[in-house]
C-alpha cells in the first residue's frame, strides 16, 4: 500500500513538473522576440548611418538607456539559466550566440555614452555592471556543473565570456572621459564661434547672403565635428570595441560550424525544446547585423589612421592625453565625503581611496594604450595591404586638410573641432558634413524672414 502510494506521488510530481515546464519554449519564443527588437534597432541605426553618410553610426535608435538593456536582460535569459539542461549542440550555440549578442549590442550603443549626463550614466553602468557581473558568474558556474557531462569543449562560451567582461571595462573606461571631453569641447566652440563671427563682422540681424553662407558653414562644422556622439565614436576605445566586435562575431562563426563535427545532432535537452532554434537564428542574424556600424567604425579609423602613420614617433602615438585620467585624478586629489571625526580612520581612509584611484588610473592607462595599439596594428595592416596593391586605397585616405566643395574662401578645417591628440577627420566626413551645411544655407536663407540667422543658428546646434 505504501509502495503504491509512493508511486502515485511520484507520477503526480512528475506530471507536476511537466505541467510547469510546458510554457518553456512560450518563454523562448519571449527572448527571440526581444532579441529581434534589438536585433531590428541596430540594423535601423546602421541604416541610418549609411543613408546619412554618418560612418560614425550615431545611436538613434539602439542607445544605452533603461530599455534597451530590459530588452538585452530579457535576451540573455539562457545563458543566465541554470535549472535546465542545456548540454545539447543546439542549446550550447544558442548559450554562445546569447554571449556574443550582448557584445554586439554593447559595441553598438558605446557612442551613445557621449549624449548622456552624468546621473543617467551612472545609474545606467550600475545597472549594466550588474547584469554582466551576473551573466559571468552565471555562466563560469553552468560550465563548472556540465564540463563533466559533455564530451567536447566549449571554450568559445568561455571566449565570449572575456570579450563581455573586456566589453564593461572599457565601456567604464569610456564613460569616465565623457564629461572632461564634453567640456573641452564646449570651451573650443565657444571660442571658434566668437572668433567665427568676428571674422565675417556680424552684429546684426540683416546680413548679407554671402556672408551668411560663411557663418553657417562655419558653425555647422564646428557643430557637426564637437557632436558628443561623434567625438565618442571617433575615440580609440571606442574604435577597439569595434574591432572587439568584430572579433567575436568571429567566434560565433566558428562555433557555428566546428559543433556540428564534433557533436551529432540530438533532440532539443532542455525545456526551451523548439524555441531554441529561433533563439539561436534570431540572435545569430542579431550578431551579424550589430557587428555592421562597430566594424565599420574601425575599419574607418584604422584606414585614415594608415595616412597618418608617419607623422608621429611611437612614443607620441603612445602618449595618453589628460582627458583620459583627468576625472580620477580630481577624485583622487578631492576631500573625502564623508566627515570623519577619528583622524586615524581618516587618513586610513584616504589612503586606501588613493590606492584603489591609482590602480584605476594605471587600468585605464593599459587600456588607452592596449587601444591605441590595436589602431596601430590596424593601421599598419592596411598599410601593407595598400603597398601590395590588394585592395586599392583611394584618396580617401588624405588628411582632409584641403578646401571642400571648391570655395576658396573658407578653409573648414580650421573649425573642426577636435581633442588633443586627434588626428583629424577623413575627407569623406568632412565633404558629408561640407554638403549638409550647404544644404542648412538654403533652409536658412529660405525659411527665416524677420528672423536673425545666427541667433537662430546658434539655438538649433548648441
Known amino acids: 500500500m505504501d509502495s503504491y502510494q509512493g508511486c502515485e506521488t511520484s507520477l503526480s510530481q512528475i506530471d507536476l513538473q511537466a505541467k510547469l515546464e510546458s510554457p518553456m519554449p512560450w518563454i523562448g519564443m519571449y527572448i527571440a522576440a526581444a532579441s529581434v ?3 531590428l534597432a541596430m540594423a535601423a541605426d546602421a541604416f541610418h548611418g549609411f543613408r546619412s553618410k554618418m560612418l ?29 539542461d542545456t548540454s545539447g549542440m543546439h542549446e550550447i550555440l544558442a548559450r554562445v550566440s546569447s ?59 568561455i571566449v565570449a565570456t572575456g570579450f563581455i567582461f573586456l566589453s564593461l571595462v572599457m565601456f567604464c573606461s569610456s564613460a569616465l572621459t565623457v564629461l572632461t571631453t564634453r567640456n573641452y569641447i564646449e570651451r573650443m566652440y565657444q571660442e571658434m564661434r566668437k572668433i567665427a563671427l568676428d571674422e565675417e563682422n556680424v552684429d546684426g540681424p540683416k546680413i548679407p547672403v554671402d556672408k551668411l553662407r560663411l557663418v553657417v558653414k562655419k558653425y555647422w562644422v564646428m557643430a557637426a565635428t564637437g557632436c558628443p556622439q561623434f567625438v565618442m565614436a571617433r575615440s580609440v576605445t571606442c574604435t ?31 525545456t526551451y525544446k523548439w524555441s531554441i532554434k529561433w533563439i539561436l537564428y534570431v540572435q545569430s542574424i542579431g550578431v551579424a547585423l550589430g557587428t ?13 589612421k594608415c595616412s597618418d602613420l608617419n607623422r608621429k614617433s611611437f612614443k607620441n602615438e603612445l602618449k595618453i592625453e589628460t582627458y583620459w585620467i583627468q576625472r580620477l585624478v580630481d577624485w583622487r586629489e578631492s576631500s573625502l565625503p564623508l566627515q570623519i571625526q577619528h583622524e586615524k580612520w581618516k587618513k586610513f ?10 590602480c584605476c588610473i594605471g587600468v585605464q592607462i593599459l587600456l588607452v594604450w592596449a587601444s591605441k595599439i590595436v589602431l596601430l596594428i590596424s593601421a599598419l595592416f592596411f598599410h601593407h595591404i595598400k603597398k601590395l596593391n ?9 588628411n582632409g586638410g584641403s578646401e571642400s566643395g571648391g570655395d576658396a574662401q573658407l578653409d573648414i578645417t580650421r573649425y573642426v ?11 569623406e566626413t568632412l565633404e558629408n558634413i561640407w554638403n549638409e551645411a550647404l544644404d542648412l544655407t538654403v533652409i536658412i536663407e529660405c525659411g527665416l524672414p524677420g528672423h536673425d540667422p545666427v541667433e537662430y543658428l546658434h539655438l538649433t546646434l548648441v
Open 417 to 427: 573641432l577636435l581633442l588633443p591628440g586627434e588626428p583629424g577627420i577623413p575627407k
Open 56 to 84: 560614425w553610426f550615431p545611436c538613434k535608435y539602439f542607445s544605452f538607456n533603461a530599455m534597451s538593456l530590459t530588452l538585452l536582460a530579457v535576451a540573455l535569459k539562457l545563458p543566465v539559466d541554470l535549472t535546465s
Open 99 to 157: 554571449l556574443v549578442f550582448m557584445s554586439t549590442a554593447m559595441a553598438n550603443f558605446m557612442t551613445s555614452l557621449g549624449s548622456m549626463d552624468d546621473n543617467e550614466m551612472l545609474l545606467n553602468l550600475a545597472a549594466l555592471g550588474i547584469m554582466i557581473i551576473t551573466v559571468i558568474v552565471n555562466v563560469c558556474i553552468h560550465y563548472k556543473q556540465i564540463s563533466h557531462y559533455v564530451g567536447f569543449s566549449i571554450g568559445e562560451e
Open 349 to 358: 581612509l584616504h589612503a586606501v581611496r588613493r590606492l584603489v584611484l591609482n
Open 37 to 39: 527588437v534589438c536585433s
Open 240 to 270: 577597439a570595441s569595434g574591432l572587439m566586435c568584430l572579433f567575436v562575431a568571429i567566434t560565433l562563426a566558428e562555433v557555428h560550424i566546428r559543433m556540428p563535427i564534433v557533436c551529432q545532432e540530438d533532440e532539443f535537452t532542455s
Open 292 to 304: 555592421t556600424a562597430p566594424a565599420f567604425r574601425w575599419f574607418t579609423a584604422a584606414r585614415y
Open 390 to 398: 590588394i585592395i586599392v586605397i583611394g584618396a580617401s585616405n588624405n
